[in-house]
């Protein structure tokens, strides 16, 4: 059974420096892309970034670019995502989920692409 653990998430100020991880297990993750998708309350769940599965090829969406980066270790079969500069905009419930290779060449922005969903890890930004 496939499943996809997030954790790291938590309470800090504005500014602040933050790095969240997804663990998955019952799948081969090098045969994933994998990608990092958040939501706010009342709002639809949105991109954040995504990465191929050799971790050659990544993009962030233009609200993080410059402030977020995706990473991935497929030897300990983890997906990270390192937050700096954090803003209260960035408030949301943090989402990974993993996309068969079988599907796409290259990762999607489309949380529709995705195959496996983690529950989520809240990343709470205020002073």
């Known amino acids: 059974q496939v499943q996809l653990v997030e954790s790291g998430g938590e309470l800090v100020q504005p500014g602040s420096s933050l790095k969240i991880s997804c663990v998955a297990s019952?799948?081969?993750?090098?045969?994933?892309?994998m990608g990092w998708f958040r939501q706010a309350p009342g709002k639809e769940r949105e991109f954040v970034a995504i990465?191929?599965?050799?971790?050659?090829?990544?993009w962030v969406a233009d609200s993080v670019s410059g402030r977020f980066t995706i990473s991935r270790s497929n030897r300990n079969n983890t997906l990270f995502l390192q937050m700096n500069s954090l803003k209260p905009e960035d408030t949301s419930v943090y989402y990974c989920?993993?996309?068969?290779?079988?599907?796409?060449?290259?990762?999607?922005?489309?949380?529709?692409?995705?195959?496996?969903w983690g529950q989520g890890t809240q990343v709470t930004v205020s002073s």
């Open positions: 019952g799948l081969t993750f090098s045969s994933y892309h």
């Open positions: 990465i191929s599965w050799s971790g050659g090829n990544s």
């Open positions: 989920a993993a996309s068969s290779v079988r599907r796409s060449a290259l990762p999607s922005k489309r949380a529709s692409l995705y195959d496996y």
